[in-house]
């Protein structure tokens, strides 16, 4: 029961002692893979980019740096209102000269036009999604014929929460993720495994084509 009530916070943080629980977690074991998520990107000072899952806005804090040029923008999307929040707050200077945008909304409801985002990353996210096919569809949907998501993630970690049952079903598994990407209009897909800082972990990449 514990282990489910953990589970659900990470994937939803709320307002609650396990929820800030988690938003300390993120910062602490999420650091590395958002700074890596954003480098692997390779985003160009005009690029639309967004952010999947931000949480409390580390992610968005390393690519806002990249986004210099007149044209670039940085989108953000999570279902949690306590990370909303938290990533509104560390965000707040580039929100007001409206080069970030964060979205409080579920990935499949995301008010971003077809066909507009050249970058998409996330770590530790889609896990979390009910319907990875579904969530591969909506994110294909909003990407540029062209465009590159980078997914990172420890699967290390993630085979030991999944083994304490704090993910539902067989969702955790890069293979079946991948399978989900690949079937929604994403070719190159495959995972490399990577190492800075003596952290070993695993980048997912993947082309939209249209």
């Known amino acids: ?3 489910n009530k953990l589970g659900k916070q990470l994937g939803h943080p709320t307002y609650s002692l396990s929820g800030w629980l988690a938003s300390k977690f993120f910062k602490w074991h999420n650091q590395i893979l958002e700074e890596n998520a954003v480098k692997l990107s390779n985003i160009q000072p005009n690029d639309t980019v967004l952010e999947l899952g931000h949480g409390p806005g580390i992610g968005l804090q ?3 740096k990249l986004l210099m040029g007149p044209r670039g923008k940085l989108l953000g999307v999570d ?5 909303h929040q938290m990533a509104s707050k560390r965000m707040e200077e580039q929100i007001s000269r409206g080069k970030v945008v964060l979205y409080y909304s579920d990935l ?9 985002v050249d970058k998409v990353f996330h770590c530790n996210c889609y896990y979390f999604w009910p319907d990875l096919k579904a969530g591969a569809k909506a994110i294909h949907r909003v990407m540029k014929p062209g465009g590159i998501m980078v997914t990172t993630l420890r699967l290390e970690s993630v085979k030991k929460v999944a083994s304490k049952n704090m993910f539902s079903g067989e969702s955790w598994r890069p293979e079946v993720y991948m399978e989900a990407l690949e079937s929604s209009g994403f070719t190159d897909v495959r995972m490399e495994n990577k190492r800075e800082k003596l952290v070993t972990f695993q980048a997912i990449f993947a082309t939209s084509v249209k």
Do not use: G
């Not at 279902?79 to 990370?83: A, L, N, R």
């Not at 499949?108 to 507009?116: F, R």
């Open 1 to 3: 029961m514990l282990s």
């Open 62 to 64: 390393e690519a806002s």
């Open 79 to 83: 279902y949690s209102q306590y990370m």
């Open 108 to 116: 499949l409801a995301m008010p971003i036009e077809e066909n507009t």
